[in-house]
T-cell receptor
């Protein structure tokens, strides 16, 4: 069965420093991988995705993520954090090998705090 | 202005009453989803629909029902059989079928349901 893990409940970083939010996954086939961000009392916003092609994908607001097949990871990164990046981040995976074929599983979320 | 709308934003009901949450999209997306979000648990899939007049149960469908009579609309009914209905409910849609599928989900702003 497909699964996704975000090992850190919370990540703290100083403004201007690089940030990393970790995500690992388990699928039976090839994964489609996504990152979303949620601000308080709002819906999720799509940040970036890996479907195929280059392992390094770039998304909105200066975020990027690297697909690492051997480590089954898809960590979210940003070179220089902003206070406004403080939010809840979700990693999600869809298993293209799953006969259900259609379900996307979300991680539990990682809360990012960026301190000025 | 394209997007997904959910109404109402806040909903209060007495225990034992059924309640219907609205979700409408004008993105021309084929797939639509309902998720429940509880603190510290990420998103859990309630129901999803790939095409009109077809839908499948997600991981926590008990006590919920849906319909998909129009492509644009995917209302969710929380029935009195749902044991713990108080939660934040999120609707989403995606372009999944046919050529040009992009797979990422677009979310509405959510409905916070409180049942007392």
């Amino acid at each position: 069965a497909q699964s996704v893990a975000q090992p850190e409940d919370q990540v703290n970083v100083a403004e201007g420093n690089p940030l990393t939010v970790k995500c690992t996954y388990s699928v039976s086939g090839n994964p489609y991988l996504f990152w979303y961000v949620q601000y308080p009392n709002r819906g999720l916003q799509f940040l970036l995705k890996y479907i195929t092609g280059d392992n390094l994908v770039k998304g909105s607001y200066g975020f990027e993520a690297e697909f690492n097949k051997s480590q089954t990871s898809f960590h979210l990164k940003k070179p220089s954090a902003l206070v406004s990046d403080s939010a809840l981040y979700f990693c999600a995976v869809r298993d293209t090998g799953n006969t259900g074929g259609f379900k996307t599983i979300f991680g539990a979320g990682t809360r990012l705090f960026v301190k000025a | 202005d394209g997007g997904i709308t959910q109404s109402p934003k806040y909903l209060f009901r007495k225990e034992g009453q059924n309640v219907t949450l609205s979700c409408e999209q004008n993105l021309n997306h084929d797939a639509m989803y309902w998720y429940r979000q509880d603190p510290g648990q990420g998103l859990r899939l309630i129901y999803y629909s790939q095409i009109v007049n077809d839908f499948q149960k997600g991981d926590i469908a008990e006590g919920y029902s849906v319909s998909r009579e129009k492509k644009e609309s995917f209302p969710l009914t929380v029935t009195s059989a749902q044991k713990n209905p108080t939660a934040f409910y999120l609707c989403a849609s995606s372009h999944d079928l046919a050529s040009g599928a992009t797979y990422e989900q677009y979310f509405g702003p959510g409905t916070r349901l409180t049942v007392t």
